[in-house]
């Protein structure tokens, strides 16, 4: 029989692309291997995975409420129908591993994985790991981890040091002439990507409005590239186009390896798959954590670059325009400390995380 996996984790595109990931260097080390993905029926997985060409089973599952509430006992009926029905699907598939890359959603695989004794791996993309993770690393047979912070919440003998799986094309593209002209770009001039995420950031895209005008008067040294999400587009688009600092502003950017092959300095928040991303190409950030994140992991994951010499962290509450801005003209106008933090952020990068995560399960089975 060809071997077969089952990948669970989601909810957010920072575990399911990792997943996503590696299933593909799965496929490219054996083409028979047959992966199944389990998660959320309503969530980010349902859509993406089968996007991919990867079969998806759904089940129920859902978050539990930071507080105490009425809220609790129909996320526990979802909870115990998705410790069932993960139990029913492993009984049926009768995997020869379980992979899990974080979230709730991967709980009640994973445990269930436990109860039929099959071989768990874990994937775990932040300094500080979610508590599915941390729970299902006492019977893990291998975590692999982006961040070295994050090894002292598994046993040692179980830890591998691996970075996040990423797309093999991020760090492949090189900087070139073309890119700068299909962008409208001056090559001559450093270039800083503003990149609140996927989806942007209302308060980056707030603090950059507010840093132009102190931006101005050094404009000479270097031209904005920013994501801003959909929602602020057409009031960031406004605003740049008062303003004297050479840009160009898009929702979203389709080709991100093309953008980040010409970035010399990010300003960012620090998901997981962020920080492997711009560490994998070599590029230096100025990163201002989400508050907001789970367990602070964000803020987690910036101070971990950051103690390496490859980026500063800047506190959303306590920071304004001015602040920002002088942060930006400190590091892109000093080069000696710009390819110092860029060759910090490359000794950090791994673009092989995939292949080295794909070959140690598929050497374990």
């Known amino acids: 029989m060809n071997p077969r996996i089952v990948i669970a984790g ?82 049926k598939l009768q995997p020869d591993a379980v992979v899990g890359t974080g979230g709730y959603v991967s709980g ?63 760090s492949a593209v090189k900087r070139s002439l073309n890119t700068y002209e299909k962008l409208g770009l001056d090559s001559s001039l450093k270039t800083i990507f503003v990149m609140g995420g996927s989806q942007g950031a209302k308060a980056i895209n707030s603090l950059i409005i507010e840093a132009l005008k102190y931006l101005e008067c050094h404009n000479q040294h270097f031209q904005l590239i920013h994501q801003t999400g959909r929602q602020d587009l057409q009031i960031v688009v406004g605003k740049y186009d008062k303003s004297s600092v050479k840009s160009v502003v898009q929702s979203y950017f389709d080709r991100i390896e093309e953008i980040y092959s010409i970035v010399d300095l990010m300003v960012c928040r620090a998901g997981g798959m962020t920080v492997s991303e711009i560490t994998a190409c070599g590029i230096p950030a100025i990163f201002i954590p989400l508050p907001y994140a789970a367990g602070n992991d964000q803020l987690a994951n910036a101070k971990t670059i950051a103690n390496k010499g490859a980026g500063i962290v800047l506190d959303q509450f306590k920071i304004d325009g001015k602040i920002l801005a002088d942060c930006i003209i400190n590091i892109i106008t000093d080069s000696a400390r710009l390819d110092s933090m860029s060759q910090a952020s490359h000794k950090l990068g791994n673009s092989d995380a995939g292949r080295i995560i794909a070959e140690s399960i598929y050497n374990f089975m």
């Open 10 to 91: 989601g909810g957010t595109g920072g575990h399911v692309y990792p997943a996503i990931g590696i299933a593909k260097e799965l496929q490219l080390i054996d083409s028979n291997i047959d992966i199944i993905f389990i998660g959320g029926a309503t969530q980010l997985e349902s859509k993406v995975v089968p996007q991919n060409g990867f079969q998806f089973l759904p089940i129920s599952i859902a978050g539990f409420p930071r507080k105490l509430t009425l809220k609790w006992f129909p996320v526990i009926t979802k909870l115990l129908l998705g410790i069932i029905k993960s139990f029913q699907l492993l009984a």
């Open 108 to 170: 009640p695989v994973l445990l269930a994985a436990w109860i039929h004794r099959i071989p768990t791996f874990l994937q775990e993309q932040n300094a500080s790991p979610g508590l599915t993770n941390r729970i299902a690393g006492t019977w893990a047979r291998m975590a692999y981890l982006a961040l070295e912070a994050a090894a002292s919440y598994f046993p040692s003998n179980v830890v591998m040091l691996t970075g996040n799986p990423i797309r093999r094309s991020i």
